[in-house]
């Protein structure tokens, strides 16, 4: 289990994104998500300003387009509810084509589909860039909890164990001719993930003995040490910075 653990959503790459500090990362992606938000409504110039200004930190990433578009289908619910936003809020309704819909309905879904879409692209480009154990660095290095970030510090280990035992599971019943195409099938599938659970635990409490009678206190040792020199930290602070002044003035405006 000491071997490095990759995740699915990071791209190697060399570029100077992914040489930034974690730490750095990851108070810029805030940044730039507060500042998002706090876009006045009614007002959506600023996300087109938005979208260039991360569109560039995408090119100086060189991480290819297709491997976020891909990704980027975690936001499908988002997408949903703002395309029925229009139709189920109240207030003063307007022709769109052959419908009728909720006039601030549809002010709030183009809102929440901006934001929602630039949140999620930054967060994916921040994976994309920084290894998962540097992420839990960082996070350390921000003075988070030490209990939270124990825990992502083992999801991120774990996460691959948990998933390789219930592929193995998915095996070992199709080759016995398990096929789930109907609901009766969905009692098998039950007691698969209760057998899963079962096994996540007892292996979760066997690392935690293991932890114990190796003089574990409550604190593990620290990851890896994380220092950002004053560019790096202008270099990172370049896009919450660009997207703050460009919402600052939208707010002025508005």
Do not use: C
């Amino acid at each position: 289990m000491g071997a490095p653990h990759g995740h699915l959503l990071h791209f190697h790459g060399h570029s100077p994104v992914h040489r930034l500090p974690a730490h750095v990362k990851i108070v810029a992606l805030v940044g730039f998500v507060i500042a998002v938000v706090a876009t006045p409504p009614g007002v959506f110039w600023p996300y087109a300003a938005h979208l260039l200004a991360l569109a560039g930190a995408v090119l100086l990433s060189r991480v290819p387009l297709a491997h976020l578009a891909k990704r980027m289908v975690i936001e499908v619910p988002f997408v949903v509810f703002a395309l029925v936003l229009p139709f189920v809020a109240a207030g003063p309704r307007m022709a769109l084509g052959p419908v009728e819909v909720s006039e601030p309905g549809l002010a709030a879904a183009g809102a929440l589909l901006a934001k929602g879409t630039l949140g999620v692209l930054a967060s994916l480009l921040l994976a994309a860039t920084t290894e998962g154990r540097d992420i839990v660095a960082g996070f350390e290095k921000l003075r988070l909890p030490q209990p939270l970030v124990q825990i992502m510090s083992f999801m991120l280990r774990y996460t691959e164990v948990v998933a390789a035992d219930l592929a193995r599971m998915r095996i070992a019943r199709e080759s016995r001719g398990f096929r789930a195409r109907s609901v009766r099938r969905w009692p098998a599938l039950g007691a698969t993930l209760g057998a899963l659970f079962i096994r996540s635990y007892e292996r979760g409490e066997r690392v935690h003995l293991a932890m114990l009678s190796r003089g574990f206190t409550g604190r593990l040792p620290s990851l890896r040490p994380l220092a950002a020199s004053g560019s790096q930290w202008a270099a990172g602070g370049a896009l919450p910075v660009l997207a703050g002044l460009v919402t600052a003035v939208a707010v002025v405006a508005a």
